[in-house]
């Protein structure tokens, strides 16, 4: 599978296209709340944790952190 760079222009375009997270390199359209959502891996350790990311709290994070994604 082919790596995506990430950018900033990326996320704000996924933004755009209704996507809320990136969980496990997939986009994920949240259907309902958001904070419910994240809940249901409130009790996962971390060896079976989904690496999740909210595509909004990515945009504040500098160029170089996101191109380490």
């Not at 790596?3 to 986009?27: P, T």
């Not at 990311?53 to 952190?65: H, Q, S």
Request: proline share 3%; aromatic share 8%; no cysteine.
């Amino acid at each position: 599978m082919e790596k995506i760079q990430i950018s900033k222009r990326k996320i704000e375009d996924w933004i755009k296209q209704g996507y809320d997270v990136l969980q496990d390199g997939k986009l994920i359209k949240i259907e309902g709340d958001l904070q419910e959502f994240l809940q249901q891996f409130a009790h996962d350790t971390a060896d079976t944790i989904p690496k999740t990311y909210l595509l909004k709290e990515l945009l504040t994070w500098p160029e170089e952190e996101l191109e380490k994604l």
